[in-house]
């Protein structure tokens, strides 16, 4: 390759909805507005979980980890994003590119791991509440949240640096708004079956796995409540795990539809699919870390009772 006439690729071209230019204004100011609410949303969350003490327990603890990882995945690519429509250039470089999917596999691992961690907390309060002092105490669940961290992570730096080592020449367009592993794997000039190999064994131990063990603990939980005899106290006991079963249905639903729904096999048929490919990985990019702080927030009294206490604290002194 390198006596050849190919030139090696340094940039991407990131084609995001180049063709479709009636679309693009009215995209720009709706995931203006999503990432806006994701900074707000996410960062009220965060501070409510760090400076109110009521909430200074295992599940806040992991939720807080969540609005975090909602800014990073999506600060990694919706600025570059919003600034494509605002110019002509709509390059990428060849290292912010590897950039973009570290991150991306490191925050996407991380929050499917801290899913399961929350369920295994939601199982042990339902389950077993008089235990669950000693078995989610503070060295427990920081290293839980530690360990999720690290194992997302670990399977970015490989996944990535398998995926930066692959030779590039000729085309540099990614068919995507971001440096999706998948679009970019299509232009390496080089066998890529190691690549879809480790990424299948990832998926099978940061997806599949932890969806599995997800649904277990959730019939376990289900079975526990169903026998609680009031109905209010069946009600508490499942208000409590509601927000975390909806995320989890929103975060794994959308990875599985956008990546186990068959493919077209004609051409007009691929063009469709590739735009509706585009339309779901927006979804899942903006509008589930949108909709992760307004879940948590609304469907949980304390999130609001500390939300309002901040904001009344905060009234207080401004009036002083």
């Known amino acids: 390759m390198g006596k050849s006439n190919q030139s090696f690729v340094t940039e991407f071209v990131l084609l995001g909805l180049s063709g479709y230019p009636e679309l693009e204004a009215i995209y720009f100011v709706l995931v203006l507005c999503m990432y806006l609410v994701i900074l707000l949303g996410n960062g009220v969350i965060i501070i409510v979980s760090v400076y109110d003490t009521h909430l200074h327990t295992p599940m806040y603890f992991f939720l807080s980890n969540l609005p975090f990882l909602d800014i990073c995945y999506t600060s990694s690519s919706i600025p570059l994003f919003l600034s494509s429509f605002l110019t002509s250039k709509k390059t990428i470089s060849f290292s912010a590119c590897g ?19 929350m369920a295994f ?10 235990q669950y002092p000693i078995i989610m105490s503070k060295a427990s669940y920081v290293s839980m949240a530690a360990g999720s961290w ?3 992570g670990t399977n970015s730096v490989l996944q990535t640096s398998l995926a930066t080592r692959l030779p590039f020449c000729g085309d540099n367009v990614i068919n995507h708004f971001t ?3 998948l679009a970019v794997l299509k232009l390496a000039c080089a066998n890529i079956s190691i690549n879809i190999i480790s990424m299948v064994v990832a998926n099978m131990i940061f997806l599949v796995g932890p969806v599995r063990f997800i649904f277990v603990t959730y019939v376990f939980i289900l079975s526990t409540i169903l026998r609680i005899p009031s109905g209010e106290g069946r009600h508490k006991a499942f208000s409590t795990c509601s927000a975390h079963l909806i995320v989890v249905i929103i975060f794994y639903g959308t990875n599985l539809f956008m990546y186990a729904k068959p493919k077209a096999k004609d051409s007009s048929g691929a063009d469709k699919e590739q735009v509706t490919d585009k339309i779901i990985s927006l979804f899942y990019g903006v509008v589930t870390p949108m909709l992760n702080p307004l879940i948590y927030s609304l469907r949980n009294k304390d999130v609001k009772a500390a939300v309002k206490s901040i904001l009344c604290q905060k009234c207080f002194s401004e009036g002083m």
């Open 99 to 117: 950039v973009q999917m570290f991150l991306s596999f490191a925050m996407g691992a991380t929050e499917c791991v801290l899913l399961s961690m």
């Open 121 to 130: 907390d939601r199982y042990v309060a339902s389950c077993n509440p008089l």
């Open 150 to 152: 690290i194992g997302g």
């Open 179 to 181: 440096c999706e592993i």
